[in-house]
């Protein structure tokens, strides 16, 4: 199958590639998909106290489209407030990266990352305005779970 | 010599064509183009004697008799072949058939195909080898077992059956042996005599012969019969009818005497750069695991998964090698390869696999050239993976509550 030019390019030069301290109350983490449907992406977001995602940070298991997918999500949602960053479709990256219908999938991970690693950072500044957090629920895990519906 | 290239390393999928076969092949497209089944002129004569001369080729890399091949358009061709040829033929005699769950899927689907016909078909599970335990073989056969369908080698994990073992049960049940050779003829010793075989499906553009031509052995003492099922002119003694492609019969012919010939010191050949290959990489990345045995293998294949990379985003990085990947990412249900699920390889590790296939033209330099480019590219993907970095720190994959999709 052939890859767009846009796909190799991120593929070859991944943007933003990383990680961010999950236990960073300014860090929301999204970690979609599964190792046995062969893709997970885990998407960072480190967004300051008004609400602006300052930097952002990912890792990718998948093929070059789900690599691409997650590479450009970083680099469209730096700068953005959380409301804009929440308005990005899967449609978009899609259009950007010229996926073909077999690689929509990957696009959908990378839309339902951005809106973990957003939930993520929400549900952390909830408890941490309720109180003290409880201790560490899900260490193992360690990062959020999403339902990535596709 | 300078590297050239793309690399082949996918002989499984297919094989260039050996220019020695070229060369035998080119008189047939223009001087001598009859058409065999002429009889009243030596246009038909000169091409029906260049057709059973590559019958005796064929024949004699498997141990048997010219007038044993039927010729095809291929293997996929020659499995329909046997399998609905001895199904229908056989329906008043039984209605059972056995086969493996990681035979082809020209074997699986026609035998699914039957299934909807009435046939009951019994779909062996393999041991963890990839091979096929014989016993289960003898403990699947009923009395109304018509066919047993079992192939000499895996063409993911390149796995060798025990076929010897395997035909004395079957004949012993009294049931025909259809053997799918497609992968390990030309490659390891086969001969249909000794494994007691009574059909086998060949094909030559994996023998270095062109594409598009293949036969079916039919066993002649005693006498196999299956029922045609392409209908027409009554060629191939009535099993396949069809104008002959004599150009390519003459090129399968030339490619298996080749590879009659040639198989002792290619198959040493292909086996040091298997190993060159194994080695190479598995004392420079940590995390692989071979996927089928070691010992019953093709010596030109190579399947090797690489935790926490993803089979495709692998490929990518190969572009200049020619692989495949057992991971399916494409397809519409995600499901990674069958073969590799049924060997009892667990999905996460089905993605992350690589097949090599090293054929004739490889060379020790194209080697080490694919050693070092996988050795970086999963150096790399593996910075950019967070299986890679959860596992590094300590943290079990299997206990994280992963959202399928």
């Known amino acids: ?150 | 010599m300078t590297l050239k290239l793309p690399i082949y390393m996918d002989n499984h999928a297919t094989t260039p064509v050996d220019p020695r076969v070229v060369e035998a092949m080119l008189p047939y497209f223009t001087e001598i183009f009859g058409n065999a089944a002429s009889r009243s002129h030596s246009f038909g004569w000169t091409a029906e004697k260049a057709v059973e001369a590559a019958r005796d080729q064929v024949g004699a890399l498997i141990g048997a008799s010219g007038k044993e091949i039927v010729w095809t358009s291929g293997a996929t061709e020659s499995d329909n072949l046997a399998i609905k040829g001895v199904a229908e033929f056989n329906k008043d005699r039984g209605n059972h058939i056995i086969t493996a769950q990681t035979e082809h899927k020209a074997v699986l689907d026609t035998c699914k195909r039957l299934e909807k016909e009435g046939f009951d078909v019994t779909y062996l599970p393999v041991e963890q080898d990839g091979r096929v335990n014989p016993e289960t073989v003898r403990a699947a056969m009923t009395d109304k077992t018509i066919l047993v369908s079992i192939m000499l080698a895996n063409n993911e994990i390149g796995t060798v059956n025990p076929i010897e073992e395997i035909g004395a049960i079957v004949k012993k049940g009294g049931a025909i042996f259809h053997v799918d050779a497609v992968q390990g003829v030309g490659k390891i010793p086969f001969d249909v005599n000794a494994a007691r075989v009574d059909l086998a499906s060949l094909s030559a553009h994996k023998m270095y012969g062109p594409k598009g031509i293949g036969a079916l052995y039919v066993r002649r003492k005693p006498r196999v019969r299956i029922t045609a099922q392409i209908d027409g002119g009554g060629h191939e003694r009535g099993m396949r009818s069809g104008t002959l492609n004599v150009p390519s019969i003459v090129g399968f012919g030339k490619a298996a005497e080749l590879s009659r010939t040639e198989m002792a010191s290619e198959a040493k050949r292909l086996f040091a750069l298997r190993e060159r290959l194994r080695e190479g990489i598995q004392s420079r990345v940590t995390d692989t695991y071979i996927n089928g045995s070691m010992e019953h293998r093709l010596p030109g294949n190579l399947n090797i998964s690489f935790a926490y990379v993803e089979g495709e985003g692998m490929l990518m990085g190969l572009k200049d090698v020619a692989v495949s990947s057992g991971s399916a990412c494409t397809s519409a249900s995600l499901e990674p390869s069958y073969v590799l699920r049924a060997v009892g390889v667990e999905e996460e590790m089905a993605h992350t696999s690589i097949r090599f296939g090293l054929g004739r033209f490889n060379t020790e330099e194209e080697v080490d050239y694919v050693i070092d480019l996988v050795v970086g590219k999963v150096k790399k993907l593996r910075e950019i993976s967070p299986l890679y970095e959860m596992a590094q720190q300590g943290i079990d994959l299997k206990s994280i509550q992963w959202a399928a999709h």
Not at chain 1, 12 to 33: A, Q
């Open chain 1, 1 to 150: 199958m052939a890859y767009s030019e846009k796909v190799i390019e991120h593929y070859e030069n991944p943007r933003n590639v990383g990680s961010f301290d999950k236990d960073d109350p300014n860090v929301g983490t999204g970690l979609v998909g599964a190792p046995a449907c062969g893709d997970v992406m885990k998407l960072q977001l480190k967004i300051n106290d008004q609400g602006i995602i300052e930097d952002a940070k990912f890792k990718t298991f998948g093929c070059g489209s789900a690599i691409a997918s997650s590479s450009l999500a970083t680099e469209w949602v730096k700068g953005m407030s959380i409301d804009q960053a929440m308005g990005i479709k899967n449609t978009q990256i899609v259009e950007e990266l010229n996926l073909p219908p077999v690689k929509i999938h990957c696009s959908v991970l990378a839309e339902d990352a951005i809106k973990g690693a957003i939930a993520d950072y929400k549900a952390k500044r909830q408890s941490a305005a309720a109180g003290p957090a409880p201790s560490a629920p899900q260490k193992a895990a360690g990062v959020a779970t999403q339902k990535a519906a596709t």
